[in-house]
């Protein structure tokens, strides 16, 4: 079960206590919200995209959409999300707990600096009724990320 290979990666941390499952679906931002009584802002999303080189997870303020342009003048290539047929082949995780930890080989991780207003976050933990309340220091450091980017734009 994916939910529990992420608590094993948190016990590293110490933080896989820290792992809140919920009675109700937190498949999507709304859901996430919802579940933890937050602002959807505050969920971090992971988004699942196709590379040369294999996937590129992107996590993402709930309340942010990823902007076609920064994208392709960073990475180089046009944003193109995993079809749902790939996604847990190649990220580990089924769509609904997509997350940034414990992730396949060939899959890179970057977070978003439109999660930085926050003091704290909330990534799935990979179940589509799982959550975990981190910095985005933490965010960073627990995912492995390869960089802060500026890759989306805000809902207006």
């Given at each position: 079960m994916s939910i529990e290979k992420v608590k094993n990666y948190f016990k590293q941390f110490g933080k896989q206590n820290d792992v809140l499952e919920f009675q109700t679906s937190s498949a999507t931002v709304e859901?996430?919200?919802?579940?933890?009584?937050?602002?959807?802002?505050?969920?971090?999303?992971?988004?699942?995209?196709?590379?040369?080189?294999?996937?590129?997870?992107?996590?993402?303020?709930?309340?942010?959409?990823?902007?076609?342009?920064?994208?392709?003048?960073?990475?180089?290539?046009?944003?193109?999300?995993?079809?749902?047929?790939?996604?847990?082949?190649?990220?580990?995780?089924?769509?609904?707990?997509?997350?940034?930890?414990?992730?396949?080989?060939?899959?890179?991780?970057y977070t978003d600096i439109s999660l930085k207003r926050f003091s704290t976050v909330f990534p799935a933990c990979g179940s589509s009724n799982s959550a975990i309340e981190l910095t985005c220091d933490e965010l960073f450091l627990f995912s492995k990320s390869f960089g802060w980017i500026d890759v989306c734009s805000l809902y207006e």
């Open positions: 859901l996430a919200a919802n579940a933890l009584n937050t602002d959807s802002s505050r969920i971090a999303k992971t988004l699942s995209f196709k590379s040369k080189n294999g996937v590129v997870l992107v996590v993402a303020a709930g309340d942010a959409r990823v902007d076609n342009k920064k994208f392709k003048s960073y990475f180089g290539f046009k944003a193109k999300m995993l079809k749902p047929d790939e996604v847990e082949q190649l990220t580990g995780f089924k769509i609904g707990g997509v997350c940034p930890f414990a992730v396949n080989d060939g899959v890179t991780v």
